[in-house]
């Protein structure tokens, strides 16, 4: 008898996620998969002059009605690497909806920073049960703003967020000064090809980029079929330039069968 395959996420991995709230796994993409993503996102950037790249919204979207991105089909087939959704299910089931996607690509000398947040503030579905898996496309080092985390974070529910109109931002709400301690945060240092994974309600942000070398990634967006995709919440402006509308949003059950009775039809 053959030996069954060990998982792409080991059952350590799994217990840190859920201790802690994010991951950074074993696992990498090949060096092909990746050097079709750069190739991808470089032309998905050419194509979207006037958004900024730390903005692109919907990138898997080929006529994104909810952003205004032009996206790209072939990112859409990305999000639906085996791979990447065995990974997935390690976390959230077999149940599977991707709904969202968008590339963070920090400029060189003038990347703009994303202030502490919980995902879940804007996020429409109910329960608030999602992953992100974030991969880097380019080094993220400190220098050039690395994603942050605060560990454990995940588990205390929402926290209160305010608006702020500060230049340089590419989310203009952020959480509210004193509802978190940020010396307890953690630097996510990726190389190209690596990933992370993080919970919704984890707090995180990232700093500006001033350094000489771009800092690109990639985030999925993945739900478990369980959870319902609400619709009827009210567009949502994530910063000055962007409102998102999630009642266009388009999602796709990739793996199992829809539980909550989701509406795969909007968007299309």
Known sequence: MLAAEAPLLSDAEVAQYRRDGYVTPEFRLPPEALGHLRETIERLMRDNPAIRPE???GAH???SKDSGVKGSAALFDFTRRPDLLDVVERLIGPDIIMWGSQVFS????????????QDGQ??????LATVTVWIAVDAATVENGCLRVVPGTHTGGLMRHESSDAPGLALNQGLAEGTFDENEAVDILLEPGQISLHHAMLVHGSGAN????????YAIRYMPATSHFDRTIPPTRLAANQVIDFSQRPIWLLRGRDRANNDFSAGL
């Open 55 to 57: 903005q692109l919204v």
């Open 61 to 63: 979207v080929a006529n």
């Open 210 to 217: 001033r350094s000489g070398k771009r800092r690109c990634g």
């Open 122 to 127: 804007y996020w429409p579905m109910r329960p």
């Open 106 to 117: 920090k400029p060189a000398g003038d990347g703009m920073a994303i202030p502490w947040h």
